[in-house]
């Protein structure tokens, strides 16, 4: 039926349900994007960027580290250290050879078996030799 036809009440009603009902979904859309959405984490200034096209030998520095375990299935294992994990690593850059020691802050696996890092170079002597 038209809403021209409907009585005052008739009209009433399905308003007030139609309240109901938008308030029970705005209350459910609120409720799931909480659980999807993380709060913004503050922006922190990144230092520039410049290509780098050089081969790079790195080599882990650390012999032992612990780990607690999170999760497990059967195609794999997810843990956790507070541990850092130091490398060595030496590179050309600007015709010179660089050593310098990092430390692994993320890693990506790209999905064609390799993986890409992200380490944050520290002070400290690196090996002369490895």
């Known amino acids: 039926m038209s809403d021209s ?6 009209l ?12 029970a979904l705005d209350t459910h859309r609120k409720h799931v994007g909480d659980k999807k959405k993380a709060p913004p984490k503050a922006k922190i200034p990144r230092e520039p960027r410049r290509p780098l096209k050089a081969d790079i030998e ?6 032992l580290i612990e780990a607690k375990g999170i999760n497990i299935s059967e195609g ?6 507070s541990d ?22 993320w890693l990506k696996h790209t999905g064609n078996g390799g993986y890409h890092f992200g380490f944050k170079f520290v002070n400290g002597d690196a090996f002369p030799y490895f």
């Open 5 to 10: 036809r409907k009585t005052k009440g008739e």
């Open 12 to 23: 009433i009603a399905e308003l007030t349900d139609l309240r109901k009902r938008l308030a």
């Open 58 to 63: 790195f080599i882990s520095a650390f012999d």
């Open 76 to 81: 794999g294992i997810s843990i956790k250290t």
């Open 84 to 105: 850092k994990l130091p490398f060595e690593m030496r590179y050309t850059l600007d015709g010179k050879t660089v050593s310098r020691t990092a430390h692994l802050i």
